[in-house]
């Protein structure tokens, strides 16, 4: 199986972005890869008004996007299209971007392989890929890594880690799929595609993951910033995980020209509110995208901040969007209240004006 690599190299200016290169071919690129561990140093301020501001983020170093793929089935050049697509929606997007997809097979088991992957909750599967093509993927992150121009010193020193456990679920036939941040100006998706993703499935995992991939402040740069330890931070996971899996359905809907993304979110969380009655917002992304739905109805967020990632512009989403939070626990107790009449799934008015 051969790899067809797709790099784009763009500069800043003061108009925007203007391409200026575009190389195509099977040699080994620049390549952007993963690093398991968050960035330790953030450049950010704290405003008079007590509120959490950021930085912004100047670059006039080359901007390069990178879309890379060793699946038959879906080729570089359309993971290029995905990588550039994600990136358009984004109002702040990193200097540098790439996605990567490679494909695994069935499953050995069906528990996860902890013991495997560092403690990691992924399941080994068979491979797809020869060894060489394994080792080349393994390469292609590595090389990325290796070449990226923006980083610090102290996330160019996670690198050599970030590259063994990126490296660990690739030979493993992890079934992974992340968005690692070699630093705040770096960033990528990473996606082994099983025998039991389709393609509409691929499109929206892929663009899930370069959603988080894309925001600027989730839970680990947030963290040092609020002084609260990561873990203790796990209750805000669902806005993170719901708004990434919004713009991932919406993302795949939009390039096959359909604009049934909504009805998709709420026909998901239904059917899985139906087999558990009992599930909280806490439980799973599909009942956590349906709880956007509900807050775009009620007013609560607006669509174009979801799609372009500008709730994480700043850290001011962990108070806002806390279970605790002015409104919210009329989102937690009224996420599970969708109906189903006329061949459309809806939320009750009640839910809506309530």
């Not at 405003?47 to 080359?62: I, M």
């Not at 358009?88 to 992957?117: K, N, Q, R, T």
């Not at 941040?181 to 370069?210: G, L, Q, W």
């Not at 009655?277 to 739905?293: C, E, G, K, R, W």
Request: include cysteine.
């Amino acid at each position: 199986m051969s790899k067809n690599v797709i790099y784009r190299l763009h500069r800043q200016a003061a108009s925007g972005l203007a391409l200026v290169l575009i190389l195509s071919g099977c040699a080994t690129v620049e390549s952007e890869g993963p690093s398991a561990t968050p960035s330790a140093e953030q450049e950010t301020q704290q405003g008079q008004s007590g509120s959490l501001e950021t930085e912004p983020r100047e670059t006039d170093r080359p901007v390069t996007r990178v879309g890379v793929s060793f699946d038959s089935q879906i080729p570089s050049s359309e993971v290029m299209l995905w990588v550039e697509a994600a990136v358009a929606e984004m109002s702040d997007p990193p200097a540098d971007f790439m996605g990567l997809i490679w494909p695994i097979g069935e499953a050995l088991d069906d528990d996860p392989d902890p013991e495997i992957f560092d403690g990691a909750s992924f399941r080994a599967h068979s491979h797809v890929l020869s060894s060489d093509e394994v080792e080349d993927t393994v390469r292609q992150f590595e090389d990325w890594q290796l070449g990226l121009l923006g980083c610090t010193e102290q996330e160019r020193r996670d690198f050599q880690d970030g590259s063994r456990v990126v490296g660990m679920w690739i030979r493993g036939a992890a079934d992974v799929a992340t968005a690692p941040d070699p630093c705040m100006e770096s960033r990528a998706v990473i996606y082994a595609r099983t025998a039991e993703h389709d393609k509409t499935t691929a499109t929206e995992i892929f663009f899930h993951e370069a959603y988080h991939g894309l925001s600027n402040y989730l839970l680990n740069r947030c963290s040092p910033i609020v002084g609260i330890d990561e873990d203790d931070l796990n209750p805000l996971r669902w806005f993170a995980e719901g708004t990434a899996d919004y713009f991932g359905v919406f993302m795949a809907a939009k390039l096959e020209g359909r604009e049934d993304h909504r009805q998709k979110l709420l026909e998901r969380a239904y059917l899985d509110l139906k087999g558990d009655p009992s599930m909280t917002l806490f439980d799973n992304t599909y009942v956590q995208s349906a709880a956007m739905i509900l807050m775009l109805e009620r007013s609560q967020v607006s669509e174009e901040k979801i799609l372009d990632g500008s709730y994480f512009h700043n850290c001011e989403w962990i108070e806002d969007f806390a279970p605790e939070a002015k409104d919210m626990q009329f989102v937690f107790d009224n996420f599970n209240t969708i109906e189903f009449s006329d061949g459309v799934y809806r939320y009750p008015e009640e839910a809506i004006s309530g």
